[in-house]
């Protein structure tokens, strides 16, 4: 079945981004001042409920904690410290202009959409420049080891190709660091009893009564019981969905269940698409890899990436000599080189893979070599300046790569797409906020370096303590409870889905499927996508979805500690997540950042976009299991830049 | 007093009684082992320096008392320490393998501390709970070291004390917040030497009392 | 050239939910790549068992990546393993030979009770954490980040304990169960910087005796933490802790 795509000219009155009006430097001020504000004394009788302890979630559950509503915040893992933020390693950007090099919240602004490839609603990512320097000072109160100057000063550093240095870190740890100053603010609220955590927690429904949000149906991971918990509004910080992929640089308990299943409740689903493949990360070496390690750009700054020129050619990498190999970044993209931007260089490696020209085991590699740069500046200032990512190297590899070339292939890394929300961070169902990664707001069709951490906080810590009180002192709530049928039909819903998963007895594995669809996913909606494999991709994937429920196999059971079921329940999803990420590319007939469709490409072999039919945010609504979804679209203007096309020839 | 007694209470503050309690028995161990360097140079100088000790008369009181406190103090809280030790895992490993952070020192604490505790009883009755008037402490001494097994177990004992002290040293540095890694290999190296010390000082009087003196 | 695959006999702690004592049962983990992870090892030995129609070993892990904290297991009588300042996650096979026995046991603690086989729970540390381990500011009040410089070297020695992952190798390894090299760890990074000065007497003491109530043992200063934290997180951080401690008690 075709998706419906016959409604893109009906513009969704759910679509309303409620973007405020005024010039862009004063939208967020004139909306903060027109939100209706909730009387203090009655913020105790609000209940929100945060799923997710990551950066948005745990700055988010802290912050309404610190205003004075009752929170209740759940994880998946067994400490909220635990949250993928915690691997996030470059930086975190914020138009500080500390270095005085011209930087200004204007540009932070312009960077993220352009970067994005204009595919972001202005008003948003303006919004988030402007909180991106209060977000520096707030976590600097909170006691984060930023990295100093001798003066005592913040210093920053350049990053993924912006012309000014603004982005701040701790080391190769500032997602770390960022994350645990929001986990201890959240720890201060838990003992204040502001904050009731619940850890090893996943979300199974959301609770819809009368058209608003209303609480949710959790699982206990320990003991298997289905529990329920209701709020006057549901804030969802459960990050990307990069492991439909199966490998990923995300944590293994990464997943979409928590947003799918709000999506089938009726929230819309945006650009789902839109994933960043980053070109750095360690290649696979075997059927059991699990998961991905990235390792920073900056090594793209030294190193040389080539493949043999010969196909098939399996001789060691010093035995090629240098007639022989084929810089093919430097030959095609002579200004950039090897500094091309992350999708341009992930795209590239994949099409020498495909003409067989890979190297290592898998032939799912290509080197980045280092020889000419420690040639030029001696092994000592190699290794003052990538040392423990050369360390981290050897100890996954085995391999020293001061010695023979590195070997890297890109990997899923962050999803741009995510649950459409308004300004507000309010999804299309009333009283649910999307939050972080989780949703699909401010980095359009591609994310820039450093700027997943600056989004996940202004939601948390800036965004959602004001737009929950608009929402919630705008709002008449009916009385709910755990009993009402609402309730009670989620957590049959939730209940039947565990069993029916515990009666296939099939005999294939969870892992085995979530292999097999991550393969399909990787090679048809991955890089690069065209319509036929799409297609094909298509049917593969609803193949696999019938094969899961026939065949697979889930042991133990249901009432107890079980990973497998974990894992079965939100590969379930992912299976069928992945057939509406394949419609969303198929809609999306031109090219834009991560979203390369091969037929359409500028003579250089750059995305084309089209900005006259697809400058828009594709919003999916769930029609029913045996339905297509419903296309609508959020028309995308841009009064402040210039739409124009990227090169980097 | 109760702040006072709440800070003991803690495991910091346990620590911190075992540490000072620790440090006093360095310092005596330093003054006993200074005074009984005279039996080196003979019967006459080590029987004056008993004597002079003797005629400080209330003061051996006291600092008796506060030997005895301080071992009260050492004993017991160690003890305890065990014990809540013990009680903080239920259920041991299988499999236990050393990092390499422990030392001989350092895991056998409970035990030397045990043989060190009879080793001082059996060491007061031999030569602090004697008749004074009929004999001296150095016929005492004369007499237990020429019994072979007492030798042996003198010296053991001393070896003991010197592993008990390798480890509790410099521990008590560590304890009392003195840890800087521009001094602590300067601590962790006096603590070894002062363990020989002791070793050697204490170890060779048995055995030259018994057999050289005689 | 060494053969790429190596063969194993596990034996591994298996503990079902609700009961009070496990044991350890055998099994087989074959072809096992030597570029794998550890957990990639158990994946496969999970998988074989699933196929089997056996019950997978359950164990903690996410990130698979040494940052978040979650995985983490004794292997053959060492906190994720014997390579130094490696994550359960981190360990490759390469570093065993083919035929060899593993033995594989969770955390085991008093403060940390087994949930099942190798998971434990180890909210105790979160709950240490709750007694203070942050510096009390409220968001939207913070002045700009560059008016309080703070030394580099300050800065840089805050980092250092700032690095710890909470995943609970200390308590793992130390022979008294202790937790005072993860308090110790929080309590210097934030006694250290300026903005945690205020409420740092105030911190240390509801830490520690939060650790206490816990049922924590008590630091005999054996170093085993020191010599396993995945961080290479150092006892100084314990040794400024007590000095925080008696300065915030007796003053």
Known sequence: MKPDVTSDLTIDPKLDAKI??????????????????VNPANKKKFEIIVVGTGLAGASAAASLAELGYPVKNFCIQDSPRRAHSIAAQGGINAAKNYANDGDSIRRLFYDTVKGGDFRAREANVYRLAQLSNHIIDHCVSQGIPFARDYGGFLDNRSFGGAQVSRTFYAKGQTGQQLLLGAYGALMRQVAGGMVTLFQRREMMELVVEDGRARGIVTRNLITGEMETHTAHAVVLATGGYGNVFYLSTNAMASNVTAAFRAYKSGAYFANPCFTQIHPTCIPVHGTFQSKLTLMSESLRNDGRVWVPKKPGDNRKP?????????????AKYPSFGNLVPRDVASRNAKDQCDMDKGVGETRLAVYLDFADAIKRHGEGAIAGKYGNLFQMYEKITGENPYQTPMMIYPAVHYTMGGLWVDYNLMSTIPGLFVLGEANFSDHGANRLGASALMQGLADGYFVIPYTIGGYLAGASFGKTHTGSEAFKTAVNVAEQRVQKLMQVNGRRTVADFHRTLGGILWDHCGMARNEEGLTKAKGM????????????????????????????????????????????????????????????????????????????VAAWEYAGDERSPLFHKEPLTFENVALTQRSYK | MSWFYDTIRTSIGKKLLMALTGLCFCLFLIIHLIGNLTLYGGQELFESYVKHLHALGPLIRVAETGLLTLAIIHVSTGCFLVWQNWMARPVRYQVNKNAGGRTIGSWTM??????????????????????HDRQTVFQAMTATFTFLPYVIFYTLAVVVVAVHVSHGFWSLFQTLGANHPKYMPAIRGLGILFSLLVAAGFGFIPAFVGFIMN | MTAKTINLTLKVWRQGRGEPIGRLETCRAENISKDMSF???????????????????AFDHDCREGICGMCGAVVNGRPHGHERET??????????????????????????????????????LDQIIQAGGYISVNTGGAPDANSLPIPKDTADAAFVPAACIGCGACVAACPNASAMLFVGAKVSQLSLLPQGRPEAAKRVSSMVRKMDELGFGNCSNETECEAECPKGISIIQIARMNREFFKARFS
């Open chain 3, 39 to 57: 957990l990639e090892m158990i994946d496969v030995v999970n998988e074989q068992l699933t196929k089997d129609h056996q019950e997978p070993i």
């Open chain 1, 20 to 37: 405020p009006a005024g010039p862009l430097a004063e939208k967020w001020d004139r909306h903060r001042f027109d939100i209706k504000l």
């Open chain 1, 318 to 330: 010093k035995d090629i000599p240098e007639s022989e190999r084929d810089y093919y970044l430097e």
């Open chain 2, 110 to 131: 409970p035990y030397t501390g045990f043989i060190i505790l009879i080793f001082v009883a059996i060491h007061l009755s031999n030569f602090h709970f004697i008749d």
């Open chain 1, 541 to 616: 994937v609803a193949n696999l979805r019938k094969e899961f429920w026939e065949d697979v196999y889930v042991p133990g059971n249901a009432a107890d500690f079980n990973q497998s079921l974990e894992n079965a329940g939100r590969v379930a999803d992912f299976l069928e997540f992945g057939e509406l990420m394949i419609d969303d590319a198929l809609a999306r007939r031109e090219s834009c950042g991560c979203h390369f469709n091969t037929a359409f490409q500028t003579e250089d072999n750059e995305a084309l976009r089209d900005d006259e039919n697809f400058c828009h």
């Open chain 3, 87 to 124: 994550t359960l996650c981190q360990l490759h096979m390469r570093h065993f030979s083919d035929g060899d026995t593993i033995v594989i046991e969770p955390w085991r603690a008093r403060a940390f009770p087994v949930i099942k086989d190798l998971v434990v729970d180890r909210s105790a």
